[in-house]
C-alpha cells in the first residue's frame, strides 16, 4: 500500500531541516563520511548497542548478499552506528577490517533514535536502508523493498500487518498486544494509515533519508515514528510492502523502553500544533488587520454605521441574525418566523440565515444586539477564510510562507469577495471550504477513507448550514479542478479514483441525514418556493473580467464597475488585465506541471461558465448560446446567480500567484527574479481594496426607539410602515430590530414565493395597497382614490391585520401622507416625529 498526501505532486518541497534537530557535532567516528568520498548505491545502516554475540552474524549475512548481487548493487556500503557500547561491538567492526564496513561511534548511550540519526548522517547511498542488528527481516526481503521505491515511493518500509507478510517465531503475547496498541495510537495521532511503523528494515531514497532523519529530534524507539511523519508532512509516498520476520532473542527493549516510546511518540503528536511557526501566526495577525482594516469604516461603531453600498442588506442581514436569535431564546423553531412578511411569514432556511453561526452566537446578539454580531461575523469570518486558504496553500501546494500570503491574500480579498464583504456573509464566511477541499484530498490517498469521508460529511452538514450556494459553487470548482487534473495526471487519476468516490459515498450517509429536515423545510415547508428570477444582467461580460471593482484602490473605477455588473454587492469578476496576462505568464512558464495546468483549467472553465446563458458577439446583435445554459436549469444550479462562478477564479489564481513567487527565488537569472516580481505586484497592488464606504445610519424614530408604538400595536396585530418595506427600501427592518422584535411587520426583504406556482421573488408576495404606496413614493404624484381603492386597502389592512400606519420622514412623504389620508379616510396624527394612523380609533373607510 502506498501512502501519500493528495494528488501526488501537488507539492514536491521538503520541510525545511528543524534547526533544533540533533547534530553529529557531539560524535566522534571513525570515518564519518566526507565530502570528498562519492555516493554509493546502497548505505545499510545498522544501529548496535552491546551487539558483540549478534552482530557478526548480521554482518556476514548482509555481505554475504550484497556482494552475491553485483549487478544490482555494484557499490555499497554498511554504516554500523554504534550508540555507547560497553562490550565488543565497535571492536567487532574494525577487527574485520573491510573496506565497505564503517563504524560510527557515539561517546555515550542516548538510544536508537540518536544511533540513526548518527549512522544516516554519514551514509553515502542513494539508496539507504535501515535494519536492525538482529536482522529479524532477511536481507533477501531488500529485493521487495527495492522494487516498491522503484515505482516512485519515496520510502519503501517492510510491514508484519500489510496482507502478505509472514511471521515465523512470534513474540511474547504481552509484547505483541503493546505493540498493536502503539501501532493504533501512532495511527490515529502521528502517521495515519501505515499499519507498522516499527518493523526495522526499511529502505529510503537517500537524499529524503538524510533530511529527514537530521530533521528528527528523538533519541528512543519512536525515530520510526517521527522519520515517517516527516515524510508524510512532506507530502512524500510511502509504501508499505509485505516481509518475512521472525523474533530474534537478545531484544534490548525493556518495559521502561514502552513508557519512554509513549512519550516520545506524544511528544511528537503535540509538536504538529508547535510546529506552527512565527510566519503562521504573524499571517493570521495580517489577515486580521486587513479584515478590520476593509470593515474599518463600521467595525467600532456598529450599531450607528451603515455601509451604504450594501444597499438593503446590511439591515436584511442583522434582522436575519436578531431573528434567529429570538427565535432560539423563546424556544421557536430557527427556521421560521412571521416577525416578517406578516401575517405569511418567511421561511429562513430558504433565506440563507447561516443557522450555523446566528444560532450558536445567540448569546451574542441578545447581549451586544444583531449590528454588533453581524461586524464580528464579517470581520473575523474573512480573515478566517483568508488564514484557512493559507493553511490549504502551505498544506498542498507551496512551502514559502510569503508565497502562501500572497496566493491567501487573493484568494480571501480578491474582488468578487470585497464586493459582497459589503453585505453577504455567506460568501465571506468561507473557512469551511478549505478544509472540505482538504478532506476531499485525503481521501484520494486512500489511507483513512472511513473517518475521512464521515469528518467530510460533517463538514459538508456545516456548510450547508452556512450557505449552500458556496458549497455548490466549490463543488463544480473541484469538480472542474479534478477533470482537468486527471486528463494530465491519468496515474494519479486511476490510483484514487476509487478510495475518492468511496470516501464521497461515506460523506453523503453522513450529511444527508444531519441536514435532510432543514433541506425539506427549506424546499417544502411554509413559504418555500421554487426558483427564482435574478436580475437579467446577472452575468459576467469578458469585459468584466478584466476591468477593475469600484473599491479596487489603486485602479477602482465605479462607473465602469456599475455598468458591467448589477449592482454594488454583486461584482463577482474584475480581476484585471494585469493578473490576468500574469496567470497566463505563469502558465506559460510553468506548463510541465501538472498543478499549475490544472489550476489553469480551473480558472479559465468557471470563467467561461460565468458569461451567462447567452454569448453576445461585440459589435453585433449575434448572441451564441452561452455556457451557463447547460446548468441554468438543472437542480440547484436555477437559483445560482451565474456570475458568481467566477468567483472560483479567485482561489485558482490565488494559488497559481503563490506557485509563482515560490518558485522566483529558484531561477538561475537575477533578472528573471526582479522581472517576476514585477509582474506579480503589478498585477496586485491594483487589486488592494479600499476600505468599505460607511456613513451614520439613519436615526430610528422616537416613536419605535422610545417605545410607543406598543400604545398602538396589540397581541396579533403589526406595525404597516408606509411605503412597506421591500428590497427597495428595508429601514423598518431596522426599526424591528431596535424594538426588540416586539412587533410585527408587513411587507419585507427576504425571498419568498408568489402566486399558486410558489415562483421565488424577493419581499412579500405584493398587494394592491402595497403596489400603490411604493408608486407614490416613487413616483410623488397622488392618485384618484375612489370607493374600490378604499375597499381594496379595507381588505388589505384587514389581510395583514394592521393595528397602526406609520409614515416616517422621507421623499415625497406629503404624497404618502395625502394618499394614506384618502384610503383610510382620516387624516395622520404626528407622534414622536412621524405620522400614525391609529386603526382602532377608526376602521377604514
Known sequence: MTHERGPQDLSADIPENDPSAHTAADVSSTDLATPGLSAVDLSVVIPA??????????????????TAHPTRWPDWEIVVADDGSTDATGHLVTARDHPRVRLVTAPRN??????????????????????????????????????????????AIGSRSAPGATIGDRQHPLRELLGRAGNFLIRRTVVPGIRDTQCGFKLYDGDHARAAYAASRVDGWAIDV?????????????????????????????????????????????????????????AAFLFLLMSVALYSGRFFDPAHRYLPDSLRDQNQWEWFFAATAHNVAHLKNPLFTDL???????????????????????????????????????????????????????????????????????????????????????????????????????????????PDGVVLGLMAAYQVLLGEEPLLLAALGMLLFAAAYAAVRRDTARASWRPLLRGLLIGASVCLP??????????????????????????????????????????????????????????????????????????????????????????????????????????????????????????????????????????????????????????????IRYVGLLGVALALLPLVPAPLKAVDRIAVPAFIADGTWTSYVREGESLVPVPLPDPSDAEALHWQTEAGLGFKLAGGYFNGPYGDERVGIYGAEPRFTSNLLRDVRNSGRVPPVDDSWREQARADLAYWRAGVLVLAPQPNDGALRETVQKLVGTPGRWVDGVWVWDLHERGPA
Open 340 to 450: 416578517q412578511g406578516f401575517p405569511d411569514g418567511v421561511n429562513l432556511m430558504a433565506n440563507t440565515v447561516m443557522p450555523g453561526l446566528s444560532v450558536p452566537l445567540t448569546p451574542l446578539t441578545l447581549l451586544a444586539g444583531p449590528a454588533v454580531t453581524l461586524s464580528l461575523v464579517m470581520t473575523l469570518g474573512l480573515a478566517a477564510t483568508a488564514a484557512a486558504w493559507y493553511w490549504l496553500i502551505v498544506k498542498h501546494v507551496v512551502r514559502g510562507r510569503i508565497a502562501a500570503f500572497l496566493g491567501a491574500s487573493l484568494a480571501a480579498f480578491a474582488p468578487p469577495m470585497v464586493s459582497h464583504a459589503h453585505a453577504h456573509p455567506n460568501f465571506v464566511v468561507l473557512f469551511m471550504i478549505p478544509l472540505i477541499i482538504d478532506r476531499t484530498l485525503r481521501l484520494c490517498t486512500g489511507t483513512r477513507v472511513v
Open 514 to 671: 444531519l441536514v435532510v429536515y432543514p433541506l425539506v423545510w427549506q424546499f417544502a415547508g411554509p413559504q418555500s418556493y421554487t426558483g427564482i428570477e435574478h436580475n437579467p444582467r446577472s452575468f459576467n461580460s469578458p469585459l468584466a473580467l478584466l476591468s477593475f471593482a469600484e473599491r479596487s484602490w489603486l485602479a477602482g473605477d465605479a462607473k465602469t464597475a456599475n455598468a458591467l455588473a448589477f449592482n454594488t454587492t454583486e461584482q463577482n469578476a474584475f480581476y484585471g488585465w494585469p493578473l490576468v496576462l500574469l496567470a497566463f505568464a505563469i502558465l506559460v512558464r510553468l506548463w510541465k506541471q501538472a498543478l499549475v495546468r490544472a489550476l489553469a483549467f480551473t480558472a479559465v472553465a468557471a470563467a467561461f461558465l460565468s458569461l451567462g446563458r447567452e454569448l453576445r458577439i461585440p459589435l453585433t446583435a449575434i448572441t451564441l448560446p452561452g455556457p451557463w445554459q447547460l446548468l441554468a436549469d438543472r437542480p440547484l444550479f436555477e437559483a445560482v446567480i451565474e456570475s458568481r462562478v467566477a468567483m472560483i477564479c479567485a482561489p485558482a489564481l490565488g494559488m497559481l500567484v503563490a506557485i509563482a513567487v515560490d518558485r522566483l527565488p529558484a531561477a538561475r537569472s537575477l533578472s
Open 226 to 282: 517521527e522519520v515517517l511523519r516527516h515524510l508524510h508532512r512532506a507530502g512524500l509516498t510511502v509504501a508499505e510492502v509485505p516481509v518475512r520476520w521472525s523474533h530474534r532473542p537478545g531484544s534490548k527493549v525493556t518495559p521502561l523502553d514502552y513508557a519512554r516510546a509513549l512519550t516520545e511518540i506524544t511528544r511528537i503528536a503535540l509538536r504538529s500544533v508547535r510546529d506552527v511557526r512565527p510566519a503562521d501566526l504573524f
Open 49 to 66: 548497542y552491546n551487539e558483540e554475540h549478534r552482530l557478526t552474524t548480521t554482518l556476514d549475512a548482509v555481505t554475504d548478499y550484497l
Open 110 to 155: 542516548r538510544g536508537k533514535g540518536h544511533a540513526l540519526r548518527l549512522g544516516v548522517a554519514a551514509s553515502r547511498g542513494r539508496r539507504v536502508l535501515v535494519t536492525d542488528a538482529d536482522l529479524a527481516t532477511p536481507i533477501e526481503e531488500l529485493e521487495r523493498l527495492d522494487k516498491a521505491l522503484g515505482e516512485g515511493n519515496s520510502a
